[in-house]
DNA sequence: CTCTTTTTTTCGAGCCTCGAAAAAAGTGTG
DNA sequence: CACACTTTTTTCGAGGCTCGAAAAAAAGAG
C-alpha cells in the first residue's frame, strides 16, 4: 500500500512481465513482447539476453510465426530445463501427484485410490509425504531443482494457504500439509482449495471466455466455487471464502451437510439430489457415499419421465439459481462455469436456474448469463495446480534473479 | 496488466506516495515519510522540495510533533492554495454543493430542498448546473482552479461512475451528470453510488477500524451497502453493483420496491418494517413517503411493548442477519457500519440480525462481529465525496507532475 | 549478387534512487 | 554562554535502468 517503488523493483516487474508474456504465448518474439508490454526494444533485448544466460528463457528457432520479409522474429520459448515444480491432489479415496517441467509439460506423474475418509491422521499424512518422496526421486527428473509444490484439497484452507483447516475427505482437521512437508523436503509449499485451482486453470485454458471476471462452480457431493475478480483470484479475506454452497437459499430450510439449515448445498449438492429424488424428509441426515453410477441412474430416470428425480433436480436448479442471482447482486453477471461429474446433469438442472435467477436483482439479462460445463474436474484441477505453481516460480524466484535467490536455486533445494 | 512499468512510472508512485503520505497524517516529517513508504532520505526530500516548489505541499512550522533533541523535524502539510475541488449530494428532496480547498477545508457550501420525485427531467438537471455554476463563481474560490467534480447520487451509477442509470428520487433514468457536467464547466467529474461514498468517508474517519475490509449498510427507505475489499472500494464489474438490498432472502418473499419477491429490503427497508408493523399484507404495495417522525414513533413503539412493530423489526433483523451470513460465506466477516437515520433503531434490529447470522456458515464468530452505527448519513456522504475528489487530485495530476498537465492545472479549467 | 525489409543489438544520454557525508537547527551541560 | 551532542535535512557522486538512434544481422525480392 503505502511502501514505495525502488529503483530494483522496476527491473524486477519488467522481467517477470517478460516472462509472463512468453508463458501465455508458448513463443514469442522480442518484438511482439516489447508490443504487448510497451517497453522499448531495447529493453526487451537486454531483459531476455539476461534470462537466456540464467537458463530461465530459450530460443527455438520453431517459428511458424513471421513468414514476412526481413530478418525472420526469432521465438523466445520457456526453457524446460530451468526447473521442475509438484502438484499434488488430495481428494476423496484419491492421490495424484505430478511432477512438470518449467515450460509445463508432464515429466512423471502417479496416482492412487486409498480410503481417505478411514485413515488415521498420520497415515492420510504420510501418504502424501511418501507420493512426493516418490516423484522427488523419480530419475526423471533429471536433477532439475524443484521449486515449488501445489497442494489441492477439497474444503477449507486458511488464507495464507498453508494448511487444511476442514474438509469433507477426512474426519481429521488442521492438519498443516505446507509446513509438513517444507520442513521435510525443503521446498516451499502453498495448500490451496480446489475450486480456486479450478478458477486458474478455466483463465489458462480459455483467457478469451474466462478473462477478468468469471465464477467456477463444482457440482458435486458438495458445492463448491472459486470466484476470479478483476484478474485476481478471490479468496475472502481471512480463510478460504468462497463458500457459495452455505449461502442460505431457504431460512431453515433443508438439512445440510455442515449441519446448518437452507444452505444451497442442502438442495443442490449430491446427497440433497439424492434426498428428493427418493422423497426422504429433507431433514434426514445426508448420505455420505453415493456412487457415480447412482447419480447417473437418478439423472436418466429424471430425464424419462416426470417424478421425483426430476423435481429434485428442479430443486437444485432453484437453489443455485437464487444463489447465483444473489451473487450477481453484489458482483454483478460474470460467466459461469459448472464444473465436476454432476455437470453433466446439467441439462436437467438449468432451466429452473434460468427460471429462479431471472426473478432476481442479479438477473437483468438472464438469458446473455452463459453457463458452460466441463465434466472433468480432476483435468481442470491438476491443470490449476501447475499453473499456480510455475507462475510462482516465474513471479517469485526467477523475476527477482538476485544472486542469491538464483544460488539457491542452482542448489537443489531451498530453505 | 501486461504492461511494463516505465522510468517515470516510479516517480510518478512516489510522487503520489508522498503526496498520500502527507494527506493521511494531516501535518508529517520528511523522516517520518521516509519511514512509511521505506524510500531513502534523499529521495524523499528530493521529491518533497519539488512538491514545495511546485506549490503542492507547504512547509509549516506548527509542529506538535518533536520534543526531542536535535534539530526538530519540519512539518510538511497540504497547501490550501493548490487547488478546490467540489461535491455534489443528491438525494430525495435534497441537493447541496461543498467546495473545498485542497487541504479538505470548506470554503463554501450551500444546500437546499426541492421536489426531486415531481420535478420533470431537465428541471432536474438545470438545478444541479446551476448549484454548481453559484459554486464556481463563488468569490470565496479566489481564483484557485476546480480540478474535480464529484456528485453523489442515490441509485445505480454506471462503472466508469459518468451516469446515473436508476435512482429512487426520481422517475427519470440514464441521466449523463458526468457528462453534462463536463460539458458545461470543463471540469472532470464522476458519478458516484451514496453508499460507495460512504464506505470511503469511514475508511478516512477511522482507518483503525475502517482498514482494508469493511461493509457499510445503510438503513433508510431502501437498503445499500457500500463495499471496500483489500483496502479497495468494490464496486462490480459492470455497473454499480453492490445491491446487497436485493439479494434474495426468501424465495417467492414479500414484495420489494425493485418490482421482485423476497428481497432483502422487501423486509428491512423502511417501507416493509412500517408493512409489517401495520400488520399488512407482505405484498401490499410499498408506501413511497414514511416520514422520520412516523418511523421514531414506530421504533418507540416496539421498545415500549411487545407487538407487531416489534415483530417487524425482528423481521428486518432476520433478513439482514441472513443476508450478511450469505455476505460472509463469500467475502469472511468484517466489521459492518450500519448508517443512516435508521440506524437509530439498530437496538431493536440486533438481536434477530445477531440470531439469524449464528445459524450461517458466515456466522462462524458471530460473537465478534462488530457493528457499528452511524446515525449521520449526510456527513458522511459529503466528507466521502470531498476525499473522492481531492485522492483523485493527488493521484491523477499532482503525482504525475508532468509540465503539460501541471499547465493545464495552472490556467483555471481542463479540458 | 544487390537491394529492401524487418528484427535484434549496441551505445550514449537522461533519469531516478541510494548511501555517505556535510550542513542545519535545535537541546543539554558545565 | 560556549561547546558538545543529537537528529533532521540537503548535497553529491555512483550505480542502474530505460530510451532513442544508429548499427548490425538475417532473411526475401528482383
Redesign the pocket.
Known sequence: MTV?????D??????AMVISAVRRNGQT??????AVT????????????DL?SEGILA?A?HEQL???????????ALEPKAAVVMTVVLSLNFLAATLLDYAGEIVAEEQHRLDTRAMPREDLIGECVAIVRRKLDDPRRDGRRVLRIVLAIQGITDAPARAMLWSPITPHTDIAFADILEREFSVPVTVENDCNMMAVALRWRDPERYRNDFIAILLSHGIGMGLVLKGELFTGTHSSGGEFGHMIHRPDGALCRCGRRGCIEAYAGNYAIWRNARRMDENAEPVDDIGEADMRALADAARDHDGPEREAYRKAGEALGFGLGSLFALIDPAPVAMVGASAAAFDLIEPALREAIARTAGGHHSTSISFDTEPDELALLRGGCAMRALTFVDNEIFAAGNPAQMELAAGHEMA
Do not use: F, W
Open positions: 514505495g517503488i525502488r529503483h530494483d522496476l527491473r524486477r516487474r519488467n522481467r518474439s522480442r518484438t511482439e513482447i516489447a510497451s517497453l522499448s526494444h531495447s529493453t526487451i533485448s537486454a531483459i531476455s539476453s537466456i530460443e528457432r513471421a513468414l514476412k520479409r526481413g530478418r525472420p522474429q526469432v521465438a523466445l
